[in-house]
């Protein structure tokens, strides 16, 4: 029962030093929102908050040493990538996000300080991206520094499977690929606005974020749908920070681009006759927007080469031409 | 990056023998609950259910070494135990659980039979209580085990803070306190009958769930509702674990009862005249129920003792007295 323990030294409150001693639960629900739809917040037992119709879910764990790096101790990038995670998974099913609670977990010896300007962060990276602090748990234990994200939002229009993609159905995708762990990964912008342009434009039959790799989100997507997939060489958006990495390594950038992951951008399958309306929403818009595979009969991912000839691709996007 | 790169290699399903192998996510995604509002579940970016009205959002860890035994590889009792912390906390607002999340970290070398049992369990645990589980998120990660659970309920009555209890109010209690380490804190049953049958029997005014020791979840009851809380020690029932407890040490087992915790039962203000109503309704509905105590004007955490003096209680719950 160390917990407990644990945390009714937490609520006493002594030195405030370590976050240990901090009752950071009610210094969060002193700062927590109210009104307009949360009847109960932090400091109650449960969040109670009027919603209805298409409710979204989602959970991500945001944890050192595999979602930022060891040691860092940015609060505002790490609860900017926090919030951001589950908020790019939202944008993928068409949901805009409304609450949010999280769970924190602190190893031993977080300073007070740090805890505070964490929760501070994650109150302010929430706000930011439309969604109220609403509940969640804070606590000390050992292990790493870990955030679990949920984040509830609604749905306008009928959400997105990754089932829902047809034979000829052109794949968008939001932005470029690639290189993230040079610093994209702990600053992208989730894909929310480009989202919500591109479901008031046009039919979105299927979605999916990219955040384990081009090659192996959008095999995930084509198989869902019970679908091939081909995807164009040329067509694909290389981030330069792929391209440096490539060059520095004397690879093909393109591996990166379908390897590399963390993108966080969005890929949509819309039927042939919407691509130009949705290239124009995205236009107005002014976000990129780029057309880089068509959806055939079978199953697979593959690749159709600069050369016009066609590769079937491994889901990791590993590709031998260096 | 490192987690992109486990979670790829657990996405191939190499040899099966440790959960890093596994695809737990793909596993759980054959097994999850469909239809009936659930538009979108396992194996989309988010889950979408159809909900609408009062929606109760809870989220808590349950972390190996802290709430369970450091070791301990039981599936059934520590999934048990991490959905219903979360269901108690439901019922002491008055909802329904309806669905469930989970976010799932594993340490290094987790037996992949050991991770597809715990996901059954979870599948098992929530279903029992009535929620569905749509999402989540699994993973391997050092650090100890730890399950966060997100469940989503619905209120068909006014949700229930702590704020609410009055002047005169009586505190009614489901059960008995104190020795819950010795077993109950594994086994125990989330209050929702309880919480439904007294709701629909007598306004509720204010409630909480106890979980880290009854002085100190009574005297959040009172603070947050603005009022002094008076406990009558001769109607505080003693569980007989903590009797037990106590007898081993020669120390007060009202001591125990007070401060042990982890008892998740449910301490409810209902208004005097109501008191006879809800004792009628644990009758019918054959729960124990007693009236522990009465709120004052004022603040702080009272004892009656048998002898009809009245002592201040510290919220830790901790009686000088042998």
Known sequence: LGSTARERSAERGFALETASD?????????????????????????????????VALKTDPTIEGVHFP?????????????????????AAVGAVPRYALVSLDLPPGTSARFARRLASELLGASRRLGARLVGGHTGVRRGPLEIVV????????????????????????????????????????????ESDALGAAVPIHAAIDVSDGLALDASRLAEASGLALELAEVAIPIAPAARR???????NPLSRALADGEDYE???????????????????????????????????LFLRTRQGTLERLRPTGFVHRA
Do not use: N
């Open 70 to 90: 060891e040691g860092l101790r940015e609060a505002a990038t790490i609860a900017r990538k926090a919030i951001a995670r589950a908020a790019s998974d939202l």
């Open 22 to 54: 901090l009752d950071l639960h009610r210094w969060l629900s002193r700062r927590a929102p109210r009104g307009r739809g949360i009847v109960l917040g932090i400091g109650d037992d449960a969040a109670v908050v009027r919603l209805s119709g298409w």
């Open 150 to 193: 949920i984040l509830v939002g609604v749905c306008s229009r009928a959400p997105r499977s990754r089932r829902g993609a047809r034979r000829g159905d052109r794949l968008l995708a939001t932005g470029s690929f690639g290189g993230a762990m040079l610093g994209k990964h702990l600053t992208f912008r989730p894909r929310l606005a």
């Open 245 to 251: 990495l490539a060059r520095r390594e004397r690879k």
């Open 266 to 300: 969005l890929l949509l399958a819309v039927s042939a006759r919407s691509v130009p309306r949705a290239l124009s929403a995205a236009r107005r818009a002014r976000f990129p927007l780029a057309v880089i595979g068509v959806f055939r009969r079978g199953a697979g």
